[in-house]
């Protein structure tokens, strides 16, 4: 408990621990303990460095034996064949596995279908294939590589003692890079990529380059576990490299330490290697396995986050508890801890009808097989004003919103921001050009705090680089514009529909874009809070951020927009100011009906 709440003693623990356990080789350990604990830094470093890809990313791969294969057989014929000093073969046998995920992940990542068990099932194949060339070629030929003799290090005192200090290095890297990535903008991206990738990207996470270094950190961490474990085994084969074994045992380590945190899996590979090789040996081996495969799936059950994360959120709750207790206060929001306050109302005049174009859509189209949702729609939006785009249901307003974010690709058309083409980039290079947009159904980071939902935003935003404002800061300021402080700790799935709601306005607004895109904000609110949420509209445009809204409701239509555009069918039928626009006679036939018309 004392450790969670205190860094620095932790720090001082974790190195106290990391310098025993150097130290146990020179301590005369002898080498049945010192292999004992290799096998277990094994298995630590190897889910470690699963979960970087799988457990952030949810990109789960059953191909780790295809990496971590490649480590062993690049050390073995290296070192094996063409006598390169073992050593060297480890950060080899890690480039030559981190290049093969960034070959593999540049054409698979690439394809929108070849997610979640698709990944999966592709990874597992790669594994197979891997395993029939090498059997196939000379690097194995089928009949195994022998590496007895093979010269290893004997730093630590004996061959074991290395392997033993080589294991431990590895197992405490893997956990160093896994918490570093974790903690750094790197992690913050695949924590979203794993709850909802198409909007990860939309809100400026460069979802590509982020995965390929997951999986080219996790595959080297794989091969560089290899090359050790072919030192320590001495004799490589195809058969017990690329069985389904390392994969099995690496996903059930990280499910049941909790693949989310960086702990998580080595905690789970402790507790199987430890439970497994205690029941090992004997005449009941078969049984004893069974009862901790029985044992695992009642935890798994019971905790299904896995075990580091329960333990750490009931330390949590026990620390809020006690903190509550000794001080009433201590439950109230916290003010923004660092960075200069934003100005989210500046007070420069509103740079409304300035007259400069800002946003142009040139013959934009857009077909879903035979559908055509847009035809050719032809849109400026000026600077600094506020644009209602209306329509009967079906008539085009949320794909215009999908094709100007970049969340559909164009079928026809250009769009242009500040005269520059933008259709056809990537949605996080359009974000990053100043364009925020919210969902009609909000599609939050179910598994990120409301707080994390904003503060990734503000990370990835438009104006992430802006130095004076820490992205924790914005984040928490627009928490408090749109009501949403008190919340800042909770998940989106404890929230209702209008809480929902504002926390995707929250996320666009901390982006501090220049265009922003409302899809239906206000559609399910009650009055008043349709009231505020316009009021808040209002505010926002008066700080300078150009607005295009969809919406039906026609009261807050009048009372926001300075213009009006129209869709029916795909088509722009009328455009203009709000109350002129709507006594346009076709725009009552096709859209407001006859009531309105009377
Ligand atoms: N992903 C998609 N796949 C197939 N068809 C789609 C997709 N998205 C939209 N459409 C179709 O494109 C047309 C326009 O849909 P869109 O959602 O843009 O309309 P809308 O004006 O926003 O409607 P609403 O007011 O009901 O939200 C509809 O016929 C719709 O069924």
Redesign the pocket.
């Known amino acids: 408990m004392a450790l969670t709440r205190n860094p620095a003693l932790a720090a001082t623990a974790a190195i106290g621990v990391l310098a025993a356990l150097l130290a146990l080789p020179y301590a005369g350990l002898t080498d049945f303990y010192l292999s004992y604990l290799y096998v277990v830094f094994f298995w630590i470093a190897l889910a470690t460095s699963w979960g970087i890809l799988s457990g952030y990313a949810g990109y789960w791969s059953f191909g780790h034996a295809a990496f971590f294969g490649a480590g062993m057989y690049t050390t073995s014929t290296l070192a094996g064949k063409l006598g390169l000093p073992f050593l060297l073969t480890v950060p080899a046998a890690a480039a030559i596995a981190a290049l093969l995920a960034c070959v593999i992940g540049l054409v698979v990542f690439r394809i929108h279908s070849l997610r979640a068990e698709f990944f999966a099932l592709l990874t597992l194949s790669v594994t197979y294939v891997l395993a029939a060339l090498i059997s196939n070629t000379a690097l194995d030929g089928g009949a195994g590589v022998y590496l007895s003799h093979v010269e290893l290090p004997t730093f630590g005192t004996s061959v074991p003692g290395a392997i033993y200090l080589m294991g431990l290095l590895l197992a405490v890297s893997a956990l160093a890079i896994s918490r570093w990535v974790l903690h750094s903008r790197l992690g913050a991206g695949l924590l979203a990529i794993h709850d909802d990738e198409d909007v990860a990207e939309v809100k400026g996470v460069p979802t590509l380059r982020y995965k390929l270094a997951a999986f080219a950190i996790s595959s080297a961490l794989a091969g560089a576990a290899g090359a050790i474990q072919a030192g320590y085994v001495g004799y490589v084969t195809v058969g017990e490299t690329f069985s389904i074994t390392v994969p099995l045992y690496v996903v059930l380590m990280s499910i049941l330490g909790g693949a989310r945190h960086w702990a998580g899996p080595a905690v789970g590979a402790t507790l199987i290697t430890v439970a497994l090789s205690s029941v090992v040996g004997g005449a009941h081996a078969e049984l004893g396995r069974a009862g901790v495969a029985l044992g695992l799936i009642v935890v798994i059950l019971v905790l299904p986050q896995g075990i580091v994360p329960a333990v750490l959120r009931r330390l949590a709750r026990r620390s809020v508890a006690a903190a509550a207790e000794a001080a009433p206060d201590a439950g109230l929001p916290a003010q923004p801890a660092s960075g200069k306050l934003i100005n989210l109302v500046p007070p420069p005049p509103p740079v409304t009808g300035s007259g400069r174009v800002l946003l142009e859509c040139q013959g934009v189209a857009k077909s879903?097989?035979g559908?055509r949702?847009l035809r050719g729609v032809d849109l400026q939006v000026k600077e600094g004003e506020i644009l209602a785009l209306v329509?009967p249901?079906?008539?085009?307003?949320?794909?215009l919103i999908n094709m100007i974010s970049g969340h559909f690709a164009l079928s026809g058309g250009a769009i242009l921001m500040d005269g520059a083409t933008i259709s056809g980039l990537p949605p996080h290079a359009i974000a990053s050009r100043g364009i925020a947009r919210t969902y009609?159904i909000p599609r939050l980071f179910d598994h990120l705090t409301v707080l994390e939902n904003v503060r990734l935003c503000a990370a990835f935003g438009y104006r992430a680089d802006d130095a004076d404002c820490s992205p924790e800061a914005v984040a928490r300021q627009w928490l408090a514009f749109t009501g949403l402080a008190d919340k800042a700790d909770l998940l989106p799935p404890a929230l209702n529909l209008h809480e929902r709601k504002f926390v995707e306005f929250a996320r666009a607004l901390a982006a501090r874009p220049r265009l922003l895109l409302l899809d239906?904000v206000l559609c399910g609110l009650t009055p008043t809070e349709v009231d505020q949420a316009v009021a808040m509209i209002q505010k926002i445009r008066a700080g300078g951020t150009t607005i295009v809204f969809?919406e039906?409701l026609m009261r807050a239509v009048v009372a926001l927009a300075d213009r009006v555009a129209v869709?029916d069918q795909g088509i722009l039928l009328a455009l203009g100011p709000p109350r002129e626009t709507m006594q346009n006679p076709t725009v009552i036939r096709v859209y407001l009906g006859a009531s309105h018309a009377a």
């Not at 249901?393 to 794909?399: D, E, I, R």
Request: hydrophobic share 30%; proline share 0%.
């Open positions: 879903f097989g559908i949702a329509g249901n079906g008539s085009g307003k949320s794909t009609q239906e969809v039906h869709l």
